[in-house]
T-cell receptor
């Protein structure tokens, strides 16, 4: 257990429905990342927050995806009008206060999404 | 654009063998390289982090080396055990542009150690 928690751990939904995932970082970790991992592949970067500011978004993050980090604490990732291609593991990772790039990232257990 | 490749894609060895996992990256402008372990259906656990100025890091039976100029890293596992069975992922943080510390991952090596 790294101290980063994600909820829910598993989500099954029907195509076209909206889903929202939550990530709770280790206290005082000001850098927060979201990644997506499909079966048999390594994680791919989706978006990055420094405190409450969303500073970078991957081209993988279509208009149906939105992420927030109010007050620089927990973060949410919402997918609207889900498609079968959205089925994946969604991982959250955080780094310590000060957020030096040379620090390791601490990953949560992930939310596995299945879109039927 | 940074690309990370891991070889082999899968490896099966008997318990007790020493083994080497390989990772290569296309852009040598990196802050660091990390090796992670991922158990089925779980998140990632950091094993070793090598800064760009370092050549290797060791933790217990694990040793990771980095040759930044050639874009290569190896993870050496000594005296493998069935509990080492997992997917091993290599990832780099690039210095170019607005990386903000994001990791670029390889596709992983699935390791099976059988008794």
């Amino acid at each position: 257990d790294t101290g980063v928690s994600q909820d829910p751990r598993h989500k099954i939904t029907k195509r076209g429905q909206n889903v929202t995932f939550r990530c709770d970082p280790i206290s005082e970790h000001n850098r927060l990342y979201w990644y997506r991992q499909t079966l048999g592949q390594g994680p791919e970067f989706l978006t990055y927050f420094q405190n409450e500011a969303q500073l970078e978004k991957s081209r993988l993050l279509s208009d149906r995806f939105s992420a927030e980090r109010p007050k620089g604490s927990f973060s949410t990732l919402e997918i609207q009008r889900t498609e079968q291609g959205d089925s994946a593991m969604y991982l959250c990772a955080t780094t310590p206060l000060g957020g030096r790039i040379r620090e390791t990232q601490y990953f949560g257990p992930g939310t596995r999404l299945l879109v039927l | 654009k940074q690309e990370v490749t891991q070889i082999p894609a899968a490896l099966s060895v008997p318990e007790g063998e020493n083994l080497v996992l390989n990772c290569s990256f296309t852009d040598s402008a990196i802050y660091n390289l990390q090796w992670f372990r991922q158990d089925p259906g779980k998140g990632l656990t950091s094993l070793l982090l090598i800064q760009s100025s370092q050549r290797e890091q060791t933790s217990g039976r694990l040793n990771a080396s980095l040759d930044k100029s050639s874009g290569r890293s190896t993870l050496y596992i000594a005296a493998s055990q069935p509990g080492d069975s997992a997917t091993y992922l290599c990832a780099v943080v690039s210095t170019g542009g607005t990386s903000y510390g994001k990791l670029t991952f390889g596709q992983g090596t699935i390791l099976t150690v059988h008794p």
